[in-house]
Structure formats: C-alpha cells, structure tokens
C-alpha cells in the first residue's frame, strides 16, 4: 500500500472570470441528459483509466465514481456538463450541489486523452464552476492528485488555490 497525495483547489466563485475560454469550431459545452448516462461513465472511465498518472489509484476510483455518476443522472436537473466533439461527447464533469462535500467536481474535468493539451479541460472546468455558481454556490472545491498535470495546468485557473489534502485513504499501487 502506498499514500497518494492530493491536492483540494478552491475557487471563490465571486472572483470567476467573466469570459469563458474560447472553443474551437465544432465543438460545444452543454449539460448531459439521461440518456447519456453510459457514455458519460465510459468517457471518464476512458480518461482516467488510459491516463498514466492515475493508473495506481484508478480502480479505487472507479466505484465512486460509477456511484457518482448514477446518482447526478438519477436527478432531475442533471448536474454533469460534456464536451463534445460534433455528436461525440469526448468530456465530461459530474458536480455536485451539496454545499459542504469534499469535492464539488465530483469526477473533475475529465477529457480522453486524444483531445488533451487544447485547452478543453480549463473549458470544462469553467463551465462546471459556472453551473456551481448558477446554483447559488459562493467557494467550491475539487480534489486532484498532487502529481498529476491537473494539479498544475487546469486547477489553478480562474483563481482556485491549492492546499495539500489528506484523503485518509491508502490506495495500493
């Protein structure tokens, strides 16, 4: 068994930008509806469980995550926004409207990893964070491991501030 260290971002959504990051033609941010249910669990799957950095931690994950998911798609307002890539949904971010939880970016922005490196999660986590605000939501959080480019390049965009987080979980490698 080994510890993983985590990082838990918070963003005060008084200070959220007023601009979104600009899309490419073709693609869009919109909210999942329930019949997209399996495609978003396939796509964060995908994400996560083809991404090196989260291979020693991705089956832990995956329970939650499959809990997670059935869960926002068991509401009625589903609180999981895609991306996609024309009809191809290619991301995906499961929230939630709790207003204490550990994380609000239940799965974070998760992005399949032939469309990484354009700019797609900072969108998709700017639309998540914009859905949080629009449910009256003031200062959310999102956990992320500490080694992971997440931690580095998304997270701290539109001001989030990371402090190290103990999850009280060992996760075997």
Same mark, same amino acid.
């Given at each position: ?28 941010? @919109? @909210? ?55 009809? @191809? ?26 469309? @990484? ?57």
């Amino acid at each position: 068994m080994r510890l993983v260290s985590w990082v838990r971002f918070t963003w005060n959504l008084k200070n959220l930008p007023e601009n979104p990051p600009a899309l490419p033609e073709n693609y869009a941010l @919109r @909210r999942a509806v329930k019949q997209e249910e399996k495609t978003v669990l396939k796509v964060i799957h995908n994400s996560l469980g083809l991404d090196s950095d989260w291979l020693d931690v991705s089956q832990q994950l995956f329970q939650n995550i499959e809990n997670c998911v059935k869960v926002a798609f068991a509401q009625k307002d589903i609180p999981c926004i895609v991306l996609c890539h024309g009809t @191809r949904i290619v991301g995906a971010s499961v929230l939630t409207f709790e207003s204490d939880p550990v994380s609000h970016l239940t799965s974070g922005p998760c992005i399949l990893i032939e469309y @990484r490196n354009r700019g797609f999660g900072s969108a998709l986590l700017y639309e998540s964070l914009q859905v949080l605000k629009s449910a009256s939501l003031h200062h959310v959080y999102g956990i992320t491991k500490k080694t992971c480019p997440s931690a580095k390049f998304v997270y701290p965009k539109f001001n989030g501030t990371g402090v190290d987080f103990e999850l009280n979980t060992k996760l075997s490698s």
